[in-house]
Structures are given as structure tokens and as C-alpha cells.
């Protein structure tokens, strides 16, 4: 489950999104991805208050900070807060939110450092392109990359092309965000043939993009709802199958990458 813009909103709100994610882990859930820059730690505090009762080890937490932490001290002080605001004593990932000022090396560093301590399992990117990732393999520990979160979902495929062949031969696993297009589905704006697929399979269009993105099993999908009925939709989608026909369809209305393009980010 994803959490951008939680946390955001009156009491009220706040309480359904405990308790959507509570629904969650108790339906099957076992990844939640937060950000120090969501709402400020708002949406980590949020998680805090959701994971409280549940067995630590029955599910994965993984949170992100901003390029501006990402020398070893500043790493140290927002993990230290975002563990706080999370009532967790460890991260399973911890990500580099997207790539700023600061070496790389220096980043690992960091990352290696507070990996020794315990204070999260592994540590990985996010918004890397290809060519950063062989950057990010160059330098000392590197390699130990466990992770890239992009942007992923049928209208912004690119990723497809490079980046995935990539993280597959190095054994990066891949997380794609934003499988709806973001909040309210406002930046697919997609094309009405979509709606006839979903249609033909008696599916929501939510669904049909949700089984598409995880389709071929290599692509971690974290939707953000604040919904019950939307989190039972997504959790079907689990169980949707497209025939080689509906997938050719899908690539017809919007085509698989046939180069390298600039990567894709919101
Ligand atoms: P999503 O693509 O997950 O879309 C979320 C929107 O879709 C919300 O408005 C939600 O509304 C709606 N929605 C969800 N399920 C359904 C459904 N079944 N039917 C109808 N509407 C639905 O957007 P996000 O940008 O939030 O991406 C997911 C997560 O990825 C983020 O929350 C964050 O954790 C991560 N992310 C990471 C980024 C990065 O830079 N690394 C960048 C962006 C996102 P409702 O709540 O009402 O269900």
C-alpha cells in the first residue's frame, strides 16, 4: 500500500486511513511504502499508528528520504525520525527518494553504515534511470542496491525498455509506483479503448491497470487507497489474468517502449 498525501487531511480522514491500512495488513497486505516527505512525516506518523498491534516481521516497511539527507550523518538523523514517527526499531528498505547533489558514495556510506547497526535490513533508490543505477553499481558497495522505485502503469511504460532488463540481470527488484496515474487518476487521462477491455472482462478500469502493471510477476505494485471498497478492487486484481490477445490490445493502444526515453516522474 502506497501513502503518499496521507496523513494530510482532518482528524477524521486521518482516522480512516489507520484504519484502511489496518484492513490491509489484516487482508494480505504485506508492504506498506511511506516517505519522510509525505505530509512532512504526517503519513509516517499514520503507518505508526496503524502497525501498532501487528507482528513487525509479518510484513515489510519501507520508507524514502529526501536527496538532501543523503549524506551518513543526515541519513542517521531522518531514519532515527522516521523510525520515531513509525514505532519501529528497523526498515526492511530504506530508499533514496531520487538523486540529488550528493555523491553516491557518500549515500552508500551511509546507508551501508546504519545497515551494520540494524537499524534497516537494505536500502535502495528510487527515480533512477538506467544509466544511474550502472553509476549507483560503480561505486564501493553499490552493488548492495536491493531496490528501484519508478513510476510505472500502462500509459508511461519506458521503463519497460531498459530499466527492468537491467534490474533483472542484476537482481534489483523493481517497485512501480503510481500504477492509477496518482491521486484521482488525473495525469492517465486514458483512452476510451481502455474502458472497452475492462468492460469486456467485467473488471473496473482500476483493476485492469493494477493486474496489468503486475502482470509478468516482476513488478511490485503499490497502490494508495483510502478506501475499503478501492482496497478489495485492488486486492482482486491480484487474481486477474490477461490473454495473450487482451495484452496485444493493450499494446496496441499503448505501445511498449521501442528506445530509450528520458525517465518518467511525478
Ligand atoms: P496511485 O496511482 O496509487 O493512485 C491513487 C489514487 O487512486 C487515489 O486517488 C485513490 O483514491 C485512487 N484509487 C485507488 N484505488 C482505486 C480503485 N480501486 N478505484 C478507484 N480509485 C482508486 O497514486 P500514488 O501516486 O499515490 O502512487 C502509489 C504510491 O506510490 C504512493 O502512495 C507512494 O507510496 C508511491 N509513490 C512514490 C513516488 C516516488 O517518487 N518514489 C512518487 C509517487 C508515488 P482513494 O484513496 O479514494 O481510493
Partial sequence: MGTWRVGEGDLLRTQKEVEILKYGLQNGINVIDTAEMYGEGKAETVV????KNFDRDSFQLISKFYPYHATPKLIKDSLEKSLK??????LDV????????TPLAETVQGLEAVKKEGLIKSWGVS????????????????????????????TSRGVEYSILPYQKKHNIDF????PFGSDGNEYLNLKDEVGEVAA??????????????????????????????????????????????????????????????????I
Fill in 48 to 51: 505508526g499508528r496503524a502497525i
Fill in 85 to 90: 514517527r513509525l514505532n519501529t526499531d528497523y
Fill in 94 to 101: 530504506y530508499l533514496l527518494h531520487w538523486r540529488g547533489d
Fill in 127 to 154: 527515480n533512477f534511470s538506467t544509466s544511474d543505477l550502472e553509476e549507483l553499481a560503480s561505486v564501493p558497495d553499490g552493488e548492495n542496491c536491493q531496490v528501484n522505485q519508478d513510476l510505472y502503469n500502462l
Fill in 175 to 178: 517497485m512501480g509506483y503510481s
Fill in 200 to 265: 469486456q472482462k467485467h473488471i473496473s478500469i482500476f483493476e485492469l491497470l493494477l493486474a496489468w502493471v503486475i502482470r509478468n510477476n516482476n513488478v511490485l505494485s503499490i497502490p494508495k487507497t483510502s478506501s475499503v471498497d478501492h482496497f478489495a478492487m485492488n486486492l482482486h486484481a491480484a487474481d486477474i489474468e490477461f490473454t495473450p490477445d487482451e495484452l496485444e490490445l493493450l499494446d496496441k493502444i499503448y505501445p511498449k517502449p521501442t528506445e530509450e526515453t528520458p525517465l518518467d516522474t
